[in-house]
């Protein structure tokens, strides 16, 4: 009798990374990346129109301060690629990235977020995330700690000013 792998839990190592957060199901055939807010060219990006642009495979530490941390080799966009697409407007300040299901927000400058250190990833040691990791695409953002690193990513929205 074969061992059936165990459900992943609550900070336990599965498949490399540890587990936080509570998984969101997603119909990859209806999901989109969307990108708002103080751009020229709203964009609205299929997972398959994203893994065909230009890749960068990283090699980044995620670390939690006093839970854990996470190294190895992540592949996805850059940050700075998607927002050059949708013409980020004169002016802006501040780029918010958000889940699917709005339940989490993560708000950072935009020239933090410019910097090579910023992913849109899909992969994690070559292997597309699991649902618990963020499937389909989660925020890499090397030397931040993880609560940046938004998983299930569903928008980005770009601010002119925090108000």
């Not at 999901?31 to 994203?50: C, K, N, Q, W």
């Not at 230009?54 to 301060?65: A, I, K, S, T």
Request: charged share 30%; proline share 4%; aromatic share 12%.
């Amino acid at each position: 009798m074969q061992e059936q792998e165990k459900e992943p839990s609550y900070l336990s190592l599965y498949e490399g990374l540890h587990v936080t957060g509570h998984p969101i199901e997603v119909d990859i055939n209806t999901y989109r990346l969307e990108v708002v807010g103080a751009v020229e060219s709203p964009l609205s990006l299929t997972f398959d129109e994203i893994k065909k642009m230009d890749l960068e495979r990283r090699y980044v530490v995620l670390e939690c301060p006093g839970f854990f941390v996470d190294e190895g080799y992540w592949t996805g966009v850059r940050v700075r690629d998607i927002l050059e697409m949708a013409e980020v407007k004169r002016g802006a300040t501040e780029v918010a990235f958000t889940n699917i299901d709005n339940s989490y927000t993560k708000k950072l400058p935009l020239e933090e977020v410019m910097q090579e250190g910023f992913l849109i990833a899909y992969e994690f040691n070559d292997k597309e995330f699991s649902e618990v990791h963020g499937y389909p695409l989660r925020i890499v953002a090397e030397g931040k700690p993880g609560s940046v690193w938004v998983k299930w990513l569903g928008k980005i929205e770009v601010y002119i000013d925090s108000n």
